[in-house]
């Protein structure tokens, strides 16, 4: 059997206490490592997230003034239509009037007694008719 001497017991705590502070070296390198990786990652990230940042804020300033744009556009059409369907009301009062006078006009040429009296009434009618059209500028639109 070997004998162990104080010195080999010394050797041996030199060794394991050499092998501590190289394994806290060690660690501590790590620990410096594995800090700078995070580091750099959250930089990355910083950027990657201020990029998309900036890409939805330029997608969504885009989107608002498509979106605007179609508002303009239909706002216009409805304004349009608003004043077209004022004109087609217009038209259909100033032709009401017209509209209510046909049956007194009916029972007029009822009571006509003769041709001759047709003929005149026939005459007046496409002689005001012919005067209406000239002033409303000759054209058939109402």
């Known amino acids: ?18 092998m501590r502070q190289e394994n806290r070296e060690q660690m501590i390198s790590l620990r410096e490592e594995t800090r700078e990786q995070m580091t750099s990652l959250r930089e990355e990230t910083r950027k990657q997230m201020d990029t998309l940042k900036e890409d939805n804020r ?3 300033e885009t989107l608002r003034e498509e979106n605007n744009k179609q508002f303009i ?15 087609i009301e217009g038209t259909i009062q100033s032709q009401a009037v ?40 000759g054209n058939l639109k109402p």
């Open 1 to 18: 059997m070997t004998t162990v001497t104080s010195n080999d017991i010394q050797e041996l705590k030199d060794l394991l206490s050499a």
């Open 58 to 60: 330029q997608q969504l």
């Open 73 to 87: 556009n239909l706002h216009k059409e409805i304004t349009e239509v608003k004043i077209i369907t004022a004109k």
């Open 98 to 137: 017209l509209t209510q006078k046909i049956p007194d006009l009916i029972e007029k040429v009822g009571e006509l007694k003769n041709w001759k009296q047709i003929a005149i009434v026939a005459i007046t009618a496409f002689t005001s008719a012919t005067i209406t059209w000239f002033i409303r500028g």
